[in-house]
């Protein structure tokens, strides 16, 4: 089966950097995702990185991915108040032939301190 | 450019009724998923449809869960006699007909709707 782990909580001060870590097992998920959930909302893509990159950057975003170690990390830089929120990572499922359902992770909150 | 739509937002249904939640995919988009988040969880996958079709439903529990996606219409997820642990947020997703667009893109989801069954 798959299973996305990432920490519960972070809590940061505002300007400081936020490093979310996230592991996942199906190594061949094509593509990783990382979504913002806001309290009561939907949840928004914020980047997502394809199997065969290491790093992608996106203003203050940067998504790293060790294919080897099935591990993925997003650095938000210059934190601030607004990006306080439940952060999940999630994987492309490719497990038993189906058609790229995503798997989450339980979603690590962040807190950000004025 | 509406998003993906999703109504009501919020439904409370009393133990034994049926609960009916709609989903409105985006302009262009043919695919629908559904995902049950419960309280304090991630989101868990239940089913995939295109239109008129069930392609996988195999995160929905084998009894009281359905859902369609007719020709026309919204796509609806049912819930026959709703117990207490069916409480949670519903979300429905949306992505395009290519593969790859879908990976370069994601999926777009709605803002769920959130059913409360006392």
């Known amino acids: 089966g798959e299973d996305v782990e990432q920490s519960l909580f972070l809590s940061v001060r505002e300007g400081d950097s936020s490093v979310i870590n996230c592991t996942y097992t199906d190594s061949s998920s094509t593509y990783l995702y990382w979504y913002k959930q806001e309290p009561g909302a939907g949840l928004q893509l914020l980047t997502y990185i394809f199997s065969n990159m290491d790093m992608k950057q996106d203003q203050r975003l940067t998504v790293l991915l060790n294919k080897k170690d099935k591990h993925l990390s997003l650095r938000i830089a210059d934190t601030q108040t607004g990006d306080s929120a439940i952060y999940f990572c999630?994987?492309?499922?490719?497990?038993?032939?189906?058609?790229?359902?995503?798997?989450f992770g339980k979603g690590t909150k962040l807190s950000v301190k004025p | 450019n509406a998003g993906v739509m999703q109504n009501p937002r919020h439904l409370v249904r009393r133990r034994g009724q049926e609960a009916r939640l709609r989903c409105s995919p985006m302009?262009?988009?043919?695919?629908v998923y559904w995902y049950r988040q419960l309280p304090e969880e991630g989101l868990k996958f239940m089913v995939y449809l295109q239109k008129e079709n069930i392609i996988d439903e195999s995160g929905m529990p084998k009894e009281r869960f359905s859902a369609e996606f007719p020709k026309e219409g919204p796509s609806i997820l049912r819930i026959q006699q709703v117990v207490r642990g069916d409480s949670a947020a519903y979300f429905c997703?949306?992505?395009?007909?290519?593969?790859?667009?879908?990976?370069?893109?994601?999926?777009?989801f709605g803002s769920g709707t959130r059913l409360t069954v006392v």
């Open positions: 999630a994987e492309s499922s490719n497990y038993g032939g189906s058609q790229g359902n995503l798997i």
């Open positions: 302009k262009g988009h043919s695919h």
């Open positions: 997703a949306s992505s395009p007909i290519m593969q790859l667009d879908r990976g370069q893109r994601g999926y777009t």
